[in-house]
């Protein structure tokens, strides 16, 4: 059995690009006892993963050379010697870019999906999804009524952290990098305001919005973005960081900013790194949670898949120019 | 009635020198119902005020140009038209850096030392006690085993912030700005180690100190004790942020540090802004805690007492030099 995968090939300098990357392929091993062959139905393109694939490296092991890129995949089980996995099973690994892989069977689990299409498995239902539960429900702790900023708010983290938050009872402002975007925020996901930071009049906009300061600030981004919000920080604000895609790619703080220790000082306020394997324990609970959101109506996701695995760099690329709404996966094959 | 007082000529840049302030003497008013006329006996200066001098302001109003310096004031009743007080009583008020001032009977509260001497009212036992015994066993909340990192470890909130530590069970480093500083605290606080920031090898002796890691920074400087610091954060690790002195001064971030958010979310880290404002109505508490821990010579304190009112200024200027041991009063008049 022949298999693709995709390694990086030398540490992205800035945003990654096509060359940081090589296709190979390769015959996979013939199975041992208790292993599976999985063939991959789709793939994750996370911003996480740039911040892995440079130098120093982020949470957890850096990315390897010349290893696939490592991430969550939705597959099907082609050839079984286990007797947990029998062929046809559809599961879900982390085996990276590779269109197949032989694996221990403890190395994939049970697709959970509670009805919903297969590819929430990676999205609303995914880690992206677990992430922005816990991370608004567990660290943002809203109270109603308070204001909640979101940045990158229609990105896979974003719209859920941001309807978490709404469901919660807070008035919610999302940031995002499109009109669209905010259209969608206010029209679909159904919080109180959005903007699109792009533009010339995005602090003024802020400001007019948070008239008593930013209680809850969901911060997916980083750079310009971060700056001009916690510029607005209540007493008491609780920053949660979720992921910073500004400065994976090399944006360097403004040296004009009250450094941050002085302005949670001075704001009595809190600024914590979320890492949702913090929760891997509960992440069933949280599944759970946000799939009864959608039967009720109160919770929209989105996804925007690119096809073919041939599209797995190109779409990993438009991560860093927002073309996402919602979770990006790549459909490998049928 | 006539008092002195030193008010706020103009914003300090920098260091504040002595042109910055201003003695005035003045005739205090007669007395209306309900109010006491208090002749001060100690003072407190605290680096937290030259927070409050600069612009933009810091926690709570700035101070004001032309006024007082507002501070902690240890003082005796020297009139009264309150039933709340008679002359002789000793209290404690906020009035700040004036020899005498005319208060409302509820701007003033009685003295509760546990037996202890009448100046730990304005240091172990005062706010600055209470900073460091709420900012350790609330916020830094170390673990028995836990390795603890407190900067200003010889000043007022630091030396009781490291005992505390140290009584919960942690390993403590103490960093100060001499080695006398340095002895003290090794011998008399007993904590773990302790260490000169002005020695050339500190960033390797921290390193040496911290094998598996700081999982509790206990920051009252900022500046390049804290970059180093923040350097060896343990996963999970807390920074409770209580002080910033080298900032307060203008001293500028590194553009170079890896920037705090993205810190944050490689360590699953927190880091947060402690003001004791927010735990105002549990004071006795610490208080008592506090004396009960130094009857039972589990805690050490220290005071530094400057003699004279007219000895105010240098004194507060003295801070950013590190002149004192523990806590730095101004005796007044007997």
Redo the contacts between chains.
């Keep these: 059995m022949r298999a693709r995968r995709i390694v990086l090939a030398q540490r992205p300098v800035g945003l990654p690009r096509q060359e940081d990357f090589a296709t190979e392929v390769i015959d996979l091993p013939p199975l041992a006892d208790g292993q599976v062959a999985v063939e991959s139905l789709y793939l994750s393109v996370d911003p996480y993963m740039r911040n892995r694939m440079g130098a120093?490296a982020?949470?957890g092991p850096a990315q390897e050379l010349g290893a696939p890129v490592a991430g969550g995949v939705i597959g099907r089980v082609a050839e079984s010697r286990s007797d947990t996995w029998a062929v046809g099973d559809v599961v879900l690994g982390s085996y990276g870019w590779q269109t197949a892989a032989v694996l221990p069977e403890g190395a994939v689990r049970a697709v959970d999906v509670h009805g919903l299409p297969l590819t929430t498995a990676l999205g609303v239902l995914g880690s992206t999804g677990v992430t922005g539960y816990f991370g608004m429900r567990e660290v943002g702790r809203p109270a109603p009524g308070q204001t909640v900023v979101v940045s990158a708010a229609a990105g896979a983290v974003g719209l859920v952290a941001s309807q978490v938050a709404r469901i919660l009872g807070a008035r919610v402002i999302g940031v995002a990098g499109s009109e669209a975007k905010c259209l969608y925020l206010k029209s679909q996901a159904r919080i109180a305001s959005a903007m699109d930071y792009h533009g010339s009049g995005f602090p003024e906009a802020l400001a007019a919005q948070c008239p008593d300061g930013v209680d809850v600030y969901f911060?997916n981004v980083?750079g310009f973005v971060?700056r001009t919000v916690r510029g607005h920080l209540a007493m008491?604000a609780r920053?949660v960081?979720?992921?910073?895609i500004a400065?994976y790619n090399g944006e360097?703080?403004d040296?004009e900013e009250?450094?941050?220790?002085?302005?949670?000082?001075?704001?009595?306020?809190?600024?914590?790194?979320?890492?949702v394997m913090?929760y891997a324990d509960r992440a069933a609970e949280a599944r759970a949670q946000l799939a009864e959101w959608i039967r009720q109506g109160q919770l929209s996701y989105e996804e925007t898949i690119a096809d073919g695995f041939d599209q797995t760099v190109d779409a990993f690329r438009s991560l860093f120019a927002g073309a996402n709404l919602g979770k990006l996966l790549v459909r490998v094959g049928g």
Tied chains: 1, 2.
Excluded: Y
């Excluded at 960081?241 to 910073?244: I, K």
């Excluded at 009250?258 to 890492?275: K, S, Y």
């Design positions: 120093p982020g949470p911060d980083g971060s008491g920053i960081v979720c992921g910073q400065e360097r703080p040296a009250t450094p941050i220790p002085t302005l949670l000082l001075h704001r009595g306020a809190t600024m914590q790194g979320f890492m913090q």
